[in-house]
């Protein structure tokens, strides 16, 4: 199926409006067709991939419309990667765009084809997983993948004309990328910040002045920077200094305290679970998204949508990249979930993260929230070790809250009392920080 071209259309509905902070639509869409048309003159043709590795910002964003307004696929990567891996990543990609290209400076050809529509079932993106579990995998991602991923975040979060949403993630995962798709698809405004910065997002979303660009609806974070948010004096609610709609909060299991502390400061937040392999969002204030599909793999390995039953997520739908998804269109997620009666999903680990101590099946999700439960613990973080007797021992490794110290004594009576004997932490230690990948998620192999 075609669809008109987000940018496009974008651009003569709302030519004045901003699709970047400073920069109007119709401005956009002019600095894309000149640099579509350089690149054009530099080789690139519809259907090739095209590395992008240019930090977050505007030329970043032109360059990416520019490649989909000549229908070639944009394969983004971060720039800082060692070239080894960035090499991997780019592995079948005739150009990069990078700090270095030829193709800004190269003159354009007047004459290259640039399309007005988009074919749902065409590739425009390949993003690479976040390689939490191994080394990260290219997955492929059609038009018809971000369009539908754009509807149903719009369905489940609203989507005023006047958003302003902030993205302070790296252009290169899909929870940065999605930012930028679903304000082209609805017309509407995203705010990017090169890299993140505490005191330049708490700035951002405490601005209370329309001239000098308005205020901020929605914001995509992670655990680990709303924490520094809230940390830093970030409040909201009635007559308070924000006008969120919505925290957009993924990515990483959300730590115990962190939601009520999000409250109490006033700050709407929208837990979400996603992935790069169903174009972000799969399920965003506890329903899947529309019209997405979830099901639970019990015991028997045939998924179902079955309330009170722990097992792996499947998931299924227009967001889900086929070329990832089995015979049946199904994806196995890997991670650990339960449906309740109103089909609401709750996450609560990864299938492979499982510790089986003395037989026994341990979560590492339920030890954390119970430790996490102590004012001294920001984060606590459960894997398991080998052991000659049990099979593998639980371990957990506490990161303690600025200026507090970690009483370790009270926090394995903590256990004693609220967990089940094979689930308690047999080793305890307390650490600055914990291993993560660059869009904040917990990086658990390399705990051990």
Request: proline fraction near 8%.
């Amino acid at each position: 199926m075609l669809v008109a071209s987000w940018l496009v259309r974008a651009a003569r509905t709302r030519p004045a409006h901003e699709a970047l902070a400073g920069l109007p639509y119709g401005e956009l869409l002019g600095a894309v067709d000149v640099r579509a048309r350089r690149l054009a003159a530099t080789g690139v043709r519809e259907g090739d991939r095209v590395g992008l590795a240019l930090p977050p910002g505007r030329d970043f964003v032109v360059v990416l419309h520019a490649l989909l307004r000549l229908g070639a696929v944009a394969v983004p990567i971060d720039p800082r990667l060692p070239t080894a891996e960035r090499e991997r990543r780019l592995d079948g990609a005739r150009h990069v765009v990078d700090g270095g290209s030829d193709d800004a400076r190269t003159a354009p050809d007047r004459d290259a084809p640039l399309r007005d529509a988009h074919d749902t079932d065409a590739v425009a993106i390949v993003v690479h997983t976040s390689g939490t579990s191994g080394a990260a995998r290219p997955i492929p991602l059609t038009y018809g993948n971000w369009l539908w991923s754009a509807l149903g975040s719009a369905a489940a979060l609203g989507c005023p004309p006047g958003e302003r949403w902030l993205c302070a993630l790296p252009l290169h995962h899909v929870g940065g990328l999605s930012v930028l798709l679903r304000s082209a698809i609805a017309g509407t405004t995203a705010v990017v910040h090169e890299r993140w910065d505490t005191d330049a997002v708490l700035a951002a979303l405490h601005e209370p002045d329309p001239a000098r660009g308005g205020a901020i609806t929605v914001v995509s974070l992670v655990p680990t920077t709303l924490r520094r948010l809230l940390d830093a004096g970030l409040h909201g609610g009635p007559g308070g200094a924000t006008t969120l709609r919505w925290a957009l909060l993924g990515g990483a299991a959300i730590p115990g305290g962190l939601l009520e502390d999000a409250a109490a400061a006033g700050i709407p937040v929208a837990p979400t679970y996603g992935m790069s392999e169903t174009t972000s969002q799969v399920a965003t204030l506890g329903p899947p998204l529309f019209p997405t599909t979830v099901e639970i793999a019990g015991e028997d390995g045939v998924p179902r949508r079955r309330p009170g039953v722990t097992g792996e997520v499947v998931v299924s739908g227009p967001t889900v990249c086929a070329a990832v998804a089995g015979p049946d269109g199904r994806l196995r997620t890997g991670d650990l979930g339960v449906l309740d009666d109103r089909g609401r999903l709750r996450i609560v680990g990864r299938v492979a993260d499982t510790i089986i101590s003395g037989g026994e099946n341990v979560l590492p999700l339920e030890v954390e929230r119970v430790l996490e439960q102590d004012p001294a613990v920001a984060e606590a973080a459960a894997f398991g070790r080998p052991d000659r007797e049990w099979g593998e021992r639980v371990c957990v490794r506490i990161v303690p809250v600025a200026g507090a110290t970690v009483d370790v004594a009270a926090l394995r009576a903590r256990a004693a009392a609220e967990l089940l004997p094979h689930q308690r932490p047999r080793d305890v230690e307390v650490v600055d920080d914990l291993p993560r990948t660059p869009s904040g998620k917990l990086l658990r192999r390399a705990l051990s």
